[in-house]
């Protein structure tokens, strides 16, 4: 099965969780939240820097938990930043 290509709003909202997620880090180092949410630190890498646009689930719910981030939170900016995105493409 080959996947569609990524629409420009996904990799944008790819983007702004990783933003999010760096944010929400601070002092800390990506090999500690990587550990801690048992993933490896090039993948928690990648994620910030927004070049997974689309993680999987079980990792980013593993990486808020250690952040200590509510996911209903996180996914409340991104649904209301994807209003934004879709009734300006219209």
Excluded: N, Y
């Excluded at 990799?11 to 993933?39: H, K, M, N, W, Y």
């Excluded at 689309?54 to 808020?64: G, L």
């Amino acid at each position: 099965m080959v996947r569609d290509p990524l629409q420009p709003w996904e990799i944008e909202r790819g983007r702004r969780l990783g933003a999010a997620l760096r944010q929400a880090r601070g002092s800390a180092t990506l090999g500690e939240v990587a550990a801690a949410a048992g993933v490896s630190v090039e993948t928690l890498r990648k994620i910030e820097m927004g070049r997974i646009p689309t993680p999987a689930f079980f990792t980013v719910a593993a990486v808020a938990d250690v952040l200590g981030l509510s996911l209903d939170h996180l996914s409340a900016g991104f649904a209301a930043a994807d209003d934004r995105t879709s009734s300006q493409a219209s």
